[in-house]
């Protein structure tokens, strides 16, 4: 019903930058929330940032002062720019969307995820 397609992971040295593209497409009435999870190997998922509709957003710890979350509602996407890269922010950097279709309720989707490789 609802697909979400991450795009722009890759390999950047430290202190480099990377900027993440999600689309989300489908039987779309409206999307409440959109944000990035990420996980590294032997971690927990953790969140990354996350944004509301009215532009309201919140970050992880790790990442505030770094990274950037933007939306454009009229295209359905959100994006991540990753500024001051380090080694440990390598992971599997996850998209989701909390949207509302024309089913009585909000459902969560997830995209399949895009590879971010930082190197020292």
């Known amino acids: 019903q609802v697909q979400l397609v991450e795009s722009g992971g890759g390999l950047v040295q430290a202190g480099g930058s990377l900027r993440l593209s999600c689309a989300a497409s489908?039987?779309?009435?409206?999307?409440?929330?959109m944000g990035w999870y990420r996980q590294a190997p032997g971690k927990q998922r953790e969140l990354v940032a996350t944004?509301?509709?009215?532009?309201?957003?919140n970050y992880g710890d790790s990442v505030k002062g770094r990274f950037t979350i933007s939306r454009d509602n009229a295209a359905n996407t959100v994006f991540l720019q990753m500024n001051s890269l380090k080694p440990e922010d390598t992971a599997d950097y996850y998209c989701?969307?909390?949207?509302?279709?024309?089913?009585?309720?909000?459902?969560?989707?997830w995209g399949k995820g895009t590879l971010v490789t930082v190197s020292s």
């Open positions: 989701y969307a909390v949207v509302k279709t024309m089913s009585p309720i909000a459902m969560t989707y």
């Open positions: 489908g039987s779309i009435v409206s999307i409440n929330f």
């Open positions: 944004i509301h509709s009215d532009g309201g957003s």
